[in-house]
């Protein structure tokens, strides 16, 4: 029509084109008001495919990226090192950032990053996806209205193949921020922060590195207490010997391989036969199985997956993920209550948070300094784990208000 009025298209540019941005991917496409703008890589390979994908301008540095004009917003999908010198980089830049989950891997290098975006005054999302998708949303707007009276307790628990899927070097190496602690526990304690309040008082943690095909920590598990009291368990064990999927009617093996296969990974990894970064480039843009991470941006039944089972127990009730929606368990029975927004992918939650801070310069939720609490519960974890002691934090901040 005529006089309809155009859409305000945010331009956006891409650091690092791997696995997590095949993710990001499909739902940008999906959304007419990003613009993909540009992309840079140090892989010649998925800067190509990703040049004849989009038709856009793609570069081979995170600088030469953020001199192109045309680019608003730098998404910083880099392995886990680069994360706070890139975005320091952006910044400096002029442009607003998406970083990955974690956040950096110190509380220095986040100290540095919120810094660098306060000098340029920019905004910086920081991206830990899970909090952002409707089954979370929607169970923080049931335990804030209060009808369930006041929340007790939460409890969130995944077991997962991550440990048997393919890996880069500094994946494996946690001083580099590999491992389960530093790439799963995020996703969780961003998820508890945000039901519980934002305010952890101290964390107990306990981390395990149990297999020999993999020098880094494929368990963590942890008790927080948030302020108020409210206790909160957390665990991830990615060794992929028994799923969580299985424990839900309508799950099953939800996992790249089947059982017998991840046997076989295993043995792959302890007698060296594996072809990790052919297996790593092969779920990257233009891979041969790229498509069975572009399809995580369907709407499908929910699955425990990477987040994991999570029950929000209330004085009067407990809420859980369903099929579609979520379980509310009461006196008045189970409901089986639909989602905020009809449900979708937790991807679409992320880019539209950012869309509105931009170009509607509404308040950002997962601001730098939530992400650096997130980040301080995720270490007080691992150094809780050393020292076999209760770890009292210092950087916590309050769970935004608005929804
Ligand atoms: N939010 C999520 O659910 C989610 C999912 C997957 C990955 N991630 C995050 O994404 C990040 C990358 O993980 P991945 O699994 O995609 O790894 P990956 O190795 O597939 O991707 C990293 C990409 O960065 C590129 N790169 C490396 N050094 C670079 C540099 N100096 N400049 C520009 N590009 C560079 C690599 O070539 C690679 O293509 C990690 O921080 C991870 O935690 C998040």
């Known amino acids: 029509m005529a006089n309809e009025t155009p859409i305000r298209k945010l331009k956006l540019g891409i650091v690092g084109i791997g696995v997590g941005a095949s993710e990001i991917l499909p739902a940008m496409e999906q959304i007419p008001e990003f613009e993909l703008a540009a992309a840079a890589d140090v892989n010649p390979r998925v800067l190509e495919t990703f040049r004849d994908r989009y038709h856009t301008k793609t570069y081979d540095s995170v600088e030469k990226l953020c001199a192109d004009p045309n680019v608003e917003v730098v998404w910083i999908s880099t392995p886990n090192r ?22 950096a891997i110190s509380l220095q290098e986040a100290e540095n990053m919120i810094e660098a975006t306060i000098k340029n005054k920019i905004k910086l999302l920081c991206g830990h996806t899970q909090s952002f998708g409707p089954h ?38 946690i001083n580099q921020g590999g491992g389960v602690p530093y790439r799963q526990g995020p996703h969780q304690i961003d998820t508890l922060r945000l039901l519980g309040g934002g305010m952890v008082r101290s964390v107990r943690g306990s981390t395990g590195a149990w297999f020999k095909g993999r020098p880094i920590p494929g368990y963590y598990s942890g008790f927080m207490e948030f302020e108020d009291g ?49 297996d790593k480039d092969a779920m990257r843009i233009g891979g041969a199985n790229e498509s069975e991470i572009r399809d995580r941006s369907k709407v499908k039944p929910w ?21 579609y929606g979520l379980f509310v368990h009461s006196d008045e029975g189970t409901k089986d209550v639909p989602l905020i927004g009809g449900g979708g992918p937790s991807r679409r939650g992320e880019l539209m948070e ?15 300094p939530w992400g650096m609490a997130t980040l301080e519960v995720c270490l007080a974890i691992i150094e809780s784990a050393k020292q076999r002691k209760e770890i009292y934090l210092k950087h916590q901040v309050p769970a935004p208000e608005e929804d």
């Open 136 to 173: 979370i949303r929607t169970m923080r707007k049931i335990i804030r209205s209060g009808e369930l009276g006041r929340l007790c307790a939460l409890h969130v628990w995944a077991y997962t193949d991550w440990m048997l899927r393919p890996r880069t070097a500094d994946e494996l190496d």
């Open 230 to 278: 409210t206790p909160a368990t957390l665990m991830h064990n990615g060794y992929g010997y028994f799923l969580a999927s299985e424990l839900v009617p309508w799950g099953g093996q939800n996992s790249r391989y089947s059982e017998a296969e991840r046997a076989k990974v295993r043995k792959s990894l302890l007698d060296g036969t594996r072809d990790e970064n052919a």
């Open 354 to 368: 950012l869309y509105n801070a931009v170009v509607l310069d509404k308040p950002i939720r997962h601001t730098g």
């Open 82 to 103: 680069f994360h706070a010198a890139h975005t320091i980089i952006a910044a400096n830049a002029g442009k607003h950032v998406v970083v990955e989950k974690p956040m």
């Open 303 to 323: 699955l425990p997956n990477d987040l994991g089972i999570l029950v929000a127990t209330c004085e009067k009730g407990d809420i859980r993920q369903s099929q």
